[in-house]
């Protein structure tokens, strides 16, 4: 959604932006800062970040929220770990009051700036607040998947709200043709046809800030200059970089991308895993590699087992393997949050992207990312990550990187077909990356086109 908005800004229209947002000044289209009190009645101006930079305005407005709710646990700035919980661990009174509290504030947005249209992310909480704070315009529903899979398909308190804001939207989005499938299949299930009013508009891809460095030197350079790296983490154009980048929690498989990872280095030691991304699965993860790093594989396999964010469901096998070689300390390293600009550079000096997901994904946007910058992206094989897979598959011709797919050891495979990769692709020479990122320019639109289609959906007319 930050893109879009970003794009919306871009091409002349005035945006109103609510959300939490607590750092507007990382954010060159936000133009103005408003919040509310506890009442939640009329926004108040707080700040003017910066001289406008586009032909449009976008001001972000803050509701106050006495908690916030969300899919995902998390740390989240602003708010204390007591003020924050998933929707379906939260008692119905936190539920009410967080919608009361939304509702509120976007009557006072809605009166304060009257919409043509309302973009409301994910199926819960966003739609059914929109409808009942009655803002006179369509509103369309992008559903990511997320909010479905975590929290509405656990907990059935939560599947009114979904459907009532489902119901009335002008439109449904989704970002692929499995989340759709599966968002008219849950609404079917519910006695509600969405089929008619649901589109597919895939993420955009900003072909420049997510582009091939000149050389692996040069990208380097451009990686130590603008991230923050680990004290001890010194790269060179001889190393192999695997990275993975997103959300640290059991679902995104990065488990399985550190286990796999003695069995890589063995047959190239100069590989470098770097883990870019924030959650609960950080620690775990940190101390899974130590003992493989300390050849405990015992250790490491009852520590997996303790681990709830080292889950692995059994379809994908077992997380770390009986015949682990000893390798020594992994060279593993974790950068924290990155922000756009700086997974731009993470990517253009990767020679391979991870997205080894355990878990329904409705499309790896950081898989179509890293393509963009050159580094050749190794995906599980099913579910939204499909389709990215599909697209570089059948232009390398090679079936055999959909080999990540359910009912194989995930680990087992991901090390395989690392070592296959980095031994089968020139993953570091500019021609190639220039490949694959014309492949992407090919494939994915940008974000300009993204905007695009959503103003075009048919409803909205």
């Not at 759709?180 to 420049?208: C, N, R």
């Not at 990065?254 to 286990?259: N, R």
Request: with cysteine; proline share 8%.
């Amino acid at each position: 959604m930050r893109e879009v908005v970003r794009g919306l800004v871009r091409e002349g229209h005035d945006v109103t932006l609510v959300c939490q947002e607590r750092s507007p000044e990382l954010y060159d289209f936000i133009d103005k800062v408003h919040g509310f009190d506890e009442n939640n009645i009329e926004p108040v101006c707080l700040a003017d970040p910066r001289r406008p930079l586009y032909s449009g305005r976008c001001r972000l407005v803050r509701p106050h929220l006495r908690r916030l709710l969300v899919y995902v646990d998390g740390p989240f700035p602003g708010f204390e770990a007591g003020c924050v919980g998933s929707f379906q661990d939260s008692p119905t009174e936190w539920i009410e009051e967080y919608v009361l509290d939304n509702t509120s504030a976007l009557r006072g947005v809605f009166a304060a700036w009257p919409p043509d249209m309302v973009l409301a992310g994910h199926a819960i909480m966003a739609p059914y607040v929109v409808k009942h704070a009655a803002a006179g315009a369509p509103y369309v529903v992008t559903v990511h998947g997320s909010e479905l899979n975590f929290s509405v398909r656990n907990d059935q308190r939560l599947a009114r709200f979904a459907l009532e804001g489902l119901e009335a939207a002008a439109a449904v989005v989704t970002v692929s043709e499995p989340g759709a499938l599966e968002i008219i299949g849950w609404a079917d299930e519910h006695g509600l046809d969405i089929g008619t009013k649901t589109f597919v508009i895939p993420p955009g891809v900003d072909v420049h800030a997510f582009a091939p460095a000149a050389d692996r030197m040069t990208a380097i350079e451009a990686l130590s200059r603008e991230v923050p790296l680990p004290d001890g983490l010194q790269l060179d154009p001889e190393h192999r970089i695997v990275v993975y980048a997103g959300r640290l929690m059991w679902t995104k498989g990065v488990q399985c991308a550190v286990s796999c990872l003695p069995s890589v280095i063995a047959q190239y030691p100069s590989v470098r895993l770097l883990i870019a991304g924030e959650g609960p699965g950080r620690a775990p993860l940190e101390e899974l590699a130590r003992l493989l790093g300390a050849g405990d594989g015992t250790a490491a396999a009852a520590f997996a087992l303790d681990a709830g964010e080292l889950h692995v469901p059994p379809e994908f096998g077992q997380l770390v393997s009986e015949t682990m070689p000893r390798v020594g300390p992994l060279p593993v390293s974790f950068l924290g949050h990155l922000s756009s600009a700086q997974l731009g550079r993470l990517f253009a000096v990767a020679d391979i992207a991870l997205a080894p997901s355990v878990f329904r994904e409705a499309l790896g946007l950081v898989t179509i990312e890293a393509l963009s910058a050159g580094a050749l992206p190794l995906a599980s094989y099913h579910s939204g990550l499909a389709s990215v897979v599909d697209v570089v598959a059948d232009a390398l011709d090679d079936p055999l990187l959909r080999v990540l797919a359910p009912d194989k050891c995930l680990t087992e495979e991901l090390s395989r077909l690392i070592v296959r990769v980095l031994g089968d692709y020139p993953t570091t020479s500019p021609a190639f990356r220039a490949r694959l990122h014309d492949l992407c320019r090919l494939h994915f639109a940008s974000w300009e086109r993204v905007v695009e289609r959503y103003l075009e959906l048919p409803r909205l007319k």
